[in-house]
């Protein structure tokens, strides 16, 4: 199955990597530690300064109460959604089609915690407030995810959270924020995260997407729910000794890079324009509301690897490491930009464009 | 409430510290990752050389044919029992009942997975073949916890062991090792890990006890077994990106550590002979069987921590930061014996059992 490596071999090789902030690789760990004395205690199972003072910076960050670090935004969420799920004595909740929870996680919602789930809005458009209150049945809580990672980081108009948030506290549904890309949208919302956070009435975000941490999340809301989420935690197994490799690795980076999301932002809207010049290549969305889109193809997966192979050779720019199947004859990439992209020749690049525009027009079957 | 502190402030201030490896600082990240080369590339989602390597190298140490890495013990633990379960269609498993499934846990098993426990044994004792033969119910799985840490770190011979698995073997009934201190007992037994592994089907270790890594455990058994497992990490929200912090450093300080529990075991038996000659205190058990013992004191809490307290001053020996009531005359303290015993002034260890001899005799009560 040799082929099936030509893209992931010539991506490896490319001397320039468009994606992400670099290698996911250990000197990102070492660079956080650098400064870090030797002699600072680790946390045990959750006290501690290292672990209490991020989460105090976190929790004033998202303008919320209290703030709880998660291995993970699977465990959060979960979590989340059963604390309000049991507050109100109603097992059910309402997400998006191809929301994280819907298709990443095995089903640990549903299996560990037997929460029904009602979708909503087609899969590809973000939910709008008609979906909202077009559910018939009564739920605990309502899952946002902003952006809508799996459409291409689409988000709604902001007037419309105003409006879905009005709307459940109004009808008593809790309104929780799937933020996993949250620092990413401030730019396009041009609010804080305060601002966005204030809407919901709790809050995952996590620090190894745009912020570029190891891993690691963080779960936000009043005192009660945070307090509550910490027994779920430890139930999950999510209680650990110690967390500080990951929190002192997503409190630097969270330093280094939170400012930096208008420039990854204006970065991305230049990039997708390089594409939407393409024949037969598209953006979704076309315009983006973050450091992230997805990249559309009309050929066949198995033909852009090998197109975007010879680019890579020709060019010494490495888009991706892969293209996935939507149809029989069309493909697509997921963009996600970060500090690499300023370090591109941005002569190369344009170079790109072209090579993919020529090579698109040459397909026969287009 | 300062007088609550005297304890803890004394033994923060005492010059050498007698349990463990040294304190749980960020050095022993650093310590492990300096011949780690930056450029060693982060696993991710479970899927890299630095996961699949130490898996396979746990997987052999252990005589499994398949481990898998995961963020906790709790975690892996909850999971096993879950997997015998559906396999058995029992929801039904028995262990001791100061397990710490039982205890340290809330109740994650039942409420996360809706699995009915049985409590073997009298709490201050470990589980015999008699406690296994005697339950009168169908149960899916047994879990044995070696050594069984809250009563001390004791341990049944192993000639029990043998029985109680080919007991199980016979029934039907799985059985689960919480091994959370295997290597610390290994000593004692004169087995190697696979030899005590054979007895059992399925088995968690751990890495930052007797090991002294940061955090993180192994669940070894069969293939299938193992591939389940990883569906439930997902599930539970322990499928991180990135464990290499984790798994760097319990490869290092298993490396360095693995070989020294019979010198961690030999000092630990000579340590608790000196309590074991000081009036109203004894051990528990009276010869230990691994690195671990608890130490019963004939007197109040209160009155034993200003008496320790004393002693670490004039000594400059910290035996514990704290002591625990058992009754309102009596208390205890848990003692695990690592790196920092071999360094200790042995003539001071010699003026603090003189001093706690003296003391204990000289409180009125007794």
Redo the contacts between chains.
């Keep these: 199955m040799s082929e099936i490596n030509i893209l992931g071999e010539a991506y490896k090789k490319a001397k320039h990597k468009v994606p992400g902030h670099g ?8 660079d956080a ?1 650098i400064d ?7 946390e ?1 199972y959750g006290k501690g300064n290292v672990i209490d003072d991020f989460q105090e910076k976190m929790a004033k960050y998202l303008g919320k109460e209290s703030a709880v670090f ?7 969420q ?1 979590i989340a959604l059963r604390i309000w799920c049991d507050q109100k004595g109603i097992k059910k909740v309402a997400y998006h089609p191809l929301s994280h929870l819907e298709i990443h ?4 919602l549903k ?3 037997h929460i029904e789930t009602i979708l909503l809005a087609d899969k590809d458009s973000v939910i709008q407030l008609e979906d909202v209150a077009g559910i018939t049945e009564d739920i605990a809580c309502l899952l946002l995810e902003l952006p809508q990672r799996e459409i291409g980081g689409q988000l709604p108009e902001y007037k419309t959270l105003e409006d879905i948030s009005a709307y459940c506290k109004e009808k008593g549904i809790k309104l929780h924020l799937d933020g996993a890309r949250l620092f990413e949208i401030l730019p396009y919302y041009q609010k804080s995260a305060e601002e966005v956070c204030s809407l919901f009435d709790s809050v995952y975000v996590s620090f ?1 997407k745009g912020i570029g941490g ?2 690691g999340a963080i779960l936000a809301g009043d005192k009660a729910f945070t307090e509550e989420s910490k ?2 935690k ?13 929190i ?1 690795s997503a409190d630097y980076y969270f330093d280094h890079r939170v400012g930096k999301m208008n420039q990854y932002y204006q970065e991305t809207k230049e990039f997708a324009q390089g594409f939407n010049q393409c024949y037969g290549v598209s953006t979704k969305p076309l315009e983006p509301v973050s450091n992230m889109f997805h990249v559309h193809f009309e050929a066949p997966k198995e033909e852009m690897e090998e197109i975007l192979a010879s680019i890579y050779e020709e060019t010494g720019i490495g888009l991706t490491s892969y293209v996935r199947e939507v149809t029989k004859t069309t493909s697509y990439y997921e963009v996600s930009i970060g500090d690499l992209y300023a370090q591109l020749p941005k002569e190369d690049v344009k170079k790109v464009f072209q090579m993919l525009d020529e090579k698109m027009r040459s397909i026969k079957t287009l």
Tied chains: 1, 2.
């Design positions: 290698p996911r690789n250990v000197q990102v760990l070492k530690l870090i004395d030797g002699e600072m205690e680790s045990m998660f291995p993970s935004g699977t465990m959060a979960q996680e095995e089903d640990g299996e560990l915690h190894y190891i891993a027994v779920w430890r139930r999950h197994g999510g209680d650990l000794i110690s967390f500080y490799p990951y002192v």
